[in-house]
């Protein structure tokens, strides 16, 4: 009974690298998140996910892609690494709209682009 | 715009006593609040909900306050305990409530 599961934990990345987070869950819901986190600041959006095959744009979504083609997994593509993206990046998952459900959030992935 | 605003960032309490975050939101047509707990290294996670249709609800050492007339929600924790310190968030949905507005949050520290 994982709930909702991130890999890698801990990624050092070079500057213009293509990396990707892994954001798996098992209570089929089917709404999915995916935040950044910046040291002392609070969480942002970067894409969310309705259902699978259905994606959009959050707050900082410069960067980065997503893909959902099964509901139970939701990874995230940094294309070109940059500086600026070292981060620590949260998956949520909830069963309704972010807001009028509870999110359940992964352990984090904390990101270093050298 | 929308925003979320947080009174205080940090906020030290004496272990045993009573602790009281405060939380202000702007878009009068939420009508779901939920308060999130982040410790350290972790990932945030539920505390406490309320609906719009009620002005407080209680959990275990938990208490959630909503006034809507001044938009404002507070978390009460009885008998604060170490393992109380963390983060706490109040997020706030946007007016498609397909995202939420999560501010900087208040940092609650336990003093021994």
């Known amino acids: 009974d994982a709930g909702i599961t991130q890999s890698p934990r801990y990624k050092i990345t070079e500057t213009g690298r293509q990396v990707t987070l892994m954001c798996h869950q098992t209570w089929s819901h089917s709404y999915m998140f995916w935040y950044r986190q910046d040291l002392g600041h609070g969480l942002r959006l970067i894409y969310y996910s309705a259902a699978a095959d259905i994606t959009d744009k959050g707050e900082v979504s410069d960067g980065y892609v997503v893909s959902r083609s099964k509901t139970e997994n939701f990874p995230l593509t940094l294309e070109s690494a940059t500086r600026s993206q070292t981060s620590v990046y949260f998956c949520?998952?909830?069963?309704?709209?972010?807001?009028?459900?509870?999110?359940?959030f992964g352990p984090g992935t904390r990101l270093t682009v050298l | 715009g929308e925003s979320v605003g947080l009174h205080l960032p940090t906020l030290s309490v004496q272990e045993g006593d009573n602790s009281i975050i405060n939380c202000a939101y702007s878009?009068?047509?939420?009508?779901?609040f939920i308060w999130y707990k982040q410790e350290s290294g972790k990932g945030p996670q539920f505390i406490i909900d309320i609906r719009s249709n009620m002005d407080k609800r209680q959990g275990q050492r938990v208490t959630v306050l909503l006034n809507k007339t001044v938009k404002h929600l507070s978390l009460q924790i009885a008998a604060t305990q170490p393992g109380d310190s963390a983060v706490y968030f109040c997020?706030?949905?946007?007016?498609?409530?397909?995202?939420?507005?999560w501010g900087a949050g208040t940092k609650l520290i336990i003093k021994p």
């Open positions: 878009n009068s047509a939420s009508d779901y």
């Open positions: 949520a998952s909830s069963e309704g709209l972010a807001g009028t459900d509870t999110q359940y």
């Open positions: 997020p706030t949905s946007m007016d498609s409530n397909y995202q939420l507005i």
